[in-house]
């Protein structure tokens, strides 16, 4: 049984899914998941086509996924920023997918 304020749903069972990846996540070395973007930003930026396109799908995946599970922590400016930053990753990714960036 639910006790108030306990995620129920979707919300619950995707926070369940999310556990091990978060946790291996986690106990990667810090520098890790710094080099993995860069890496994503400089397919999306220097690649072209749908290479490109790809990259930055993948870190806006990545971005979306983390910005779902800290939602209920935010604060309207903190959500608007991941909307923010999520906007413009998809529309470069667009942008390069069509070849027009």
Same mark, same amino acid.
Request: glycine share 14%; net charge positive.
């Given at each position: 049984?639910?006790?108030k304020?306990?995620?129920?749903g979707?919300?619950?069972?995707?926070?369940?899914?999310? /556990?091990?990846p978060? !946790?291996?996540?986690?106990?990667?070395?810090?520098?890790?998941?710094? @080099?993995?973007?860069? =890496?994503?930003?400089? !397919?999306?930026? @220097?690649? %072209? %086509?749908?290479?490109?396109? =790809?990259?930055?799908?993948?870190l806006?995946? =990545?971005?979306a996924?983390?910005?779902?599970?800290?939602?209920?922590?935010?604060?309207?400016?903190?959500? =608007?920023?991941?909307?923010?930053?999520?906007?413009?990753?998809? %529309?470069? /990714?667009? %942008?390069?997918?069509?070849?027009?960036?």
């Amino acid at each position: 049984m639910r006790t108030k304020g306990e995620p129920g749903g979707l919300r619950a069972a995707i926070e369940r899914r999310s /556990a091990a990846p978060v !946790v291996f996540l986690h106990r990667l070395p810090r520098w890790t998941l710094l @080099v993995a973007v860069f =890496a994503l930003l400089v !397919v999306g930026m @220097v690649g %072209g %086509g749908w290479v490109a396109a =790809a990259g930055l799908l993948v870190l806006a995946a =990545a971005l979306a996924w983390f910005a779902y599970l800290n939602w209920p922590a935010l604060d309207g400016s903190g959500k =608007a920023l991941r909307i923010v930053a999520l906007a413009i990753l998809v %529309g470069f /990714a667009l %942008g390069r997918g069509i070849g027009r960036l």
